[in-house]
């Protein structure tokens, strides 16, 4: 979900969350097969939290974009912009597989008012960001694409509020000791050693570790992929007895 003063959907793709998707084939014996499921992400995170609601992809594609902001861009919506050309480069990397699969893709931005912060390319600027990050509160702006078996693209923008802690010294050398920041947007995860310096989270929780399981499964949804039905098994899309 997204937080009290952001919108909860944005454009970027044609359509809407809320409307029809293809209902599926039926394999044998009538039972439901779901279209396959490609991840446009190699992050663990992200497939975990697949797993979370029941969803295995079919494929992990992940999309090599670049990924820089453009001039005067604000971080939600790079984040919406990168996660529908994660989907597009992912589909477009599949070739002719595309046919009859859903693609989903996700960016997380977390974002120090007008700042968005990256991954960081060392301690010395992961230290710069966790100390932007320190005594105040921050929104984590998360991007939604979904492209559907019909090449039908749909889009939402998800944002949290996260408020740390005002931080130590002692703090800041034992987090980046650690390594934990390596690879991570904003350079902490929440879902580690950096929850002991979070008091406070308002919205989707999985949106900051790196996507919004609620607003996927509305989005899979719409694109022929029920999680109701989620036991269906990858590739064949048998339903388990």
């Known amino acids: 979900m997204s937080a009290p003063d ?50 295995v992809p079919d494929l992990v594609q992940a999309a090599d974009i670049d990924e820089t902001p453009l001039k005067d861009e604000a971080p939600r919506a790079l984040a919406l912009r990168l996660a529908i050309a994660k989907a597009m480069a ?8 595309a046919d009859g699969a859903v693609v989903l893709a996700a960016d997380t931005v977390v974002a120090a008012g007008r700042r968005a912060l990256g ?52 703090e800041f050398r034992a987090y980046l000791a650690s390594g934990e920041w390596a690879g991570k947007a904003g350079g902490y995860a929440i879902q580690g050693r950096a929850a002991a310096f979070i008091p406070f989270v308002s919205g989707s929780y999985p949106n900051v570790v790196g996507l919004p399981l609620v607003e996927t499964a509305v989005l899979l949804a719409a694109s022929g992929i029920d999680i109701t039905a989620a036991d269906a098994s990858p590739m064949t899309g048998e339903a388990t007895p």
């Open 90 to 97: 992912a589909r477009e990397a599949l070739g002719p597989a």
């Open 6 to 55: 952001e919108a909860a959907a944005a454009g970027g793709c044609t359509g809407g969350a809320g409307d029809g998707g293809p209902a599926g084939d039926h394999g044998p014996g009538g039972r439901f097969a779901r279209p396959r499921l490609v991840l446009a992400s190699a992050s663990p995170r992200r497939l975990d939290l697949l797993k979370q609601i029941g969803l």
């Open 119 to 170: 991954k960081p390319q060392d301690a010395a600027e992961a230290r710069r960001f966790l100390e932007l990050l320190s005594g105040r509160r921050h929104r984590v702006h998360g991007g939604l694409c979904v492209i559907d078996a019909d090449g039908r693209a749909r889009s939402r923008l998800v944002t949290t509020q996260v408020g740390f802690k005002r931080l130590s010294e002692a």
